[in-house]
């Protein structure tokens, strides 16, 4: 199966700073996803980062905040800005290997932020 | 009210007891569903995937569908120490690979030796 990697695994940051995330997968894949998990939350999609276009953003998260690239068919960043507290959480990515995969995610370790 | 409720936890019990963790939803349309597994640090890897009603096995591990009750549960025999780990459930609508999952909390569970 594909292998995906992921790092920062963790970071403790200043507010007002910015962190980028990077995501790399060792196969071509389409469609990449950024989430957020916080605890005793469910995982909330941040949004989905195709290749050649710009990402699309879910409900509740802007471009100007969370920044997302899409180079290439194998590598992702997300760039967390201006970060206060509250936007201490763990960003996971992921993608679905293809055709009749329907459901099924690979996630990358995941980035535990802490904001002071 | 949330599309899907999941009891967060933590559910613990002896090794070798039978488990049941539970996710119920509230849209009929949701014909997919996974079970995703989470230990601590990682990220979330597939466990089990069932289609519309029924159950399927696989090793210890059972999933079950009602969709009459909107109800959907992961069954773990003979739980050992190595299945302690959040599980997390998830469901679609549909076939369509541009559907985005539905996610349940996740249940953090512990299996004491």
């Known amino acids: 199966s594909a292998v995906i990697s992921q790092k920062p695994s963790r970071d403790i940051c200043q507010r007002g700073t910015s962190l980028t995330i990077q995501c790399q997968v060792d196969?071509?894949?389409?469609?990449m996803f950024w989430y957020r998990q916080q605890p005793g939350q469910s995982l909330t999609l941040i949004a989905t980062?195709?290749?050649?276009?710009?990402?699309?953003?879910e409900s509740g998260f802007v471009i100007d905040k969370f920044p997302i690239s899409r180079p290439n068919l194998t590598f992702s960043t997300l760039t967390v800005s201006n970060m206060s507290p509250e936007d201490s959480s763990i960003y996971l990515c992921?993608?679905?290997?293809?055709?009749?995969?329907?459901?099924?995610?690979?996630f990358g370790e995941g980035s535990r932020l802490t904001v002071l | 009210q949330k599309e899907v409720e999941q009891d967060p936890g933590p559910l613990s019990v002896p090794e070798g007891a039978i488990v049941s963790l539970n996710c119920t939803y509230s849209?009929?349309?949701?014909?997919?569903f996974m079970w995703y597994r989470q230990y601590s640090r990682k990220g979330p890897e597939l466990l089990m995937y069932?289609?519309s009603s029924g159950n399927k096995e696989d090793g210890r591990f059972t999933a079950q569908v009602d969709k009459s009750s909107k109800y959907i549960s992961l069954f773990i025999r003979d739980s050992q120490p190595s299945d302690s780990a959040t599980y997390l459930c998830?469901?679609?609508?549909?076939?369509?690979?541009?559907?985005?999952?539905?996610w349940g909390a996740g249940t953090k569970l512990i299996i004491k030796p």
């Open positions: 998830a469901m679609i609508p549909g076939a369509d690979s541009n559907y985005q999952l539905i």
């Open positions: 992921s993608f679905r290997p293809g055709q009749g995969s329907t459901g099924e995610l690979f």
């Open positions: 980062a195709n290749q050649g276009s710009e990402a699309t953003y």
């Open positions: 069932t289609y």
């Open positions: 849209n009929s349309a949701f014909q997919y």
């Open positions: 196969s071509q894949v389409t469609m």
